[in-house]
């Protein structure tokens, strides 16, 4: 599995007005980003990382803009993702900012031909829930539904979880690679999420892409096992408050993780732990470094 969802090629001129937010934003529901802010590091071989980057991952996004049209860096870019695109059906993510399809068709005819999101500083997150139909359906599905009703007359009523009606069973047989993970997860978090191992199948039975959520509950368990370690503690208080951090993070809900912190029904520093956790979960280690230091 490629370890980034997406790779965003971009101009530098449109980072601050555009770029910048809505990689934070992706990051933030955590779709895995491969974008230069995140990724490069003082002494970075820039050519390498972004050649790294390219090759493992899933998606591509290219944000097209007056800037973006004839720098060097992103005409090798967008030549390394069209090759991906052509020999290995990755898909491309077209954001046309401030151009039309015919300044498009002029710099590059195919990528005129693929549906494009109109890109917008006004609305970074339309755009973002566009890119989330490609990379995260499930968490798209799920955040179309909440905006449906927020902006309905719905009236809420408190029920017990026998009372709540399940989604249907969208996947009878799950592959064995994917039981052993759901089963890691289930061993890892059944202290904290108090449920037998054949609900918890049952439940990615039911998710609209399996694969997809066990990733996310793969890095919280992954940002879990980092917090506990830094803050040197086996306190199963912690780790429950911990493990409902990160699950609220996976869900999009940082503002109310830092509204309860701030208010003091969260501990800061489980917080602190929590957020640092999520956003570096993935191992900075990579082949070259195995190679070049023995690491």
């Not at 895995?32 to 591509?60: H, M, N, Q």
């Not at 909440?146 to 996947?171: D, Q």
């Not at 066990?214 to 199963?236: C, F, K, N, W, Y």
């Amino acid at each position: 599995m490629e370890p980034w969802d997406i790779f965003i090629s971009h101009a530098s001129e449109d980072k601050e007005s555009f770029v910048d937010p809505l990689a934070c934003r992706l990051q933030e529901l955590a779709v895995r980003v491969w974008y230069d802010r995140f990724v490069l590091i003082p002494g970075d071989r820039i050519s390498e990382k972004i050649a790294e980057g390219l090759a493992k991952s899933r998606c591509g996004l290219i944000v097209i803009s007056k800037s973006f049209m004839g720098k060097p860096w992103t005409t090798y870019e967008l030549s390394g993702l069209v090759n991906r695109f052509v020999e290995e059906r990755t898909r491309l993510i077209p954001v046309w900012l401030g151009i039309t399809r015919d300044d498009v068709a002029a710099f590059n005819p195919a990528l005129a031909d693929l549906f494009a999101i109109m890109g917008d500083p006004e609305k970074i997150h339309e755009c973002t829930l566009e890119i989330l139909r490609v990379v995260r359906p499930q968490l798209h599905e799920n955040l179309s539904i909440l905006a449906a009703i927020s902006g309905a007359n719905v009236r809420f009523e408190k029920k017990s979880l026998s009372e709540i009606k399940l989604g249907p069973i969208r996947h009878h047989d799950l592959p064995p690679s994917l039981l052993v993970r759901i089963q890691n997860v289930w061993f890892a978090t059944r202290d904290v999420f108090p449920i037998s191992l054949e609900k918890t199948i049952e439940n990615f039975q039911r998710d609209l892409r399996p694969e997809r959520e066990i990733d996310v509950m793969e890095r919280i368990v992954g940002a879990l096992h980092i917090v506990m370690d830094s803050l040197q503690t086996d306190d199963p208080d912690v780790k429950q408050q911990a493990f409902n951090i990160l699950l609220s993070f996976s869900l999009g809900c940082h503002d109310q993780v830092f509204a309860d912190t701030e208010a003091g029904k969260i501990d800061q520093a489980v917080t602190a732990a929590a957020a640092h956790a999520w956003l570096n979960v993935v191992p900075p280690v990579t082949v070259s470094d195995v190679e070049q230091n023995g690491v």
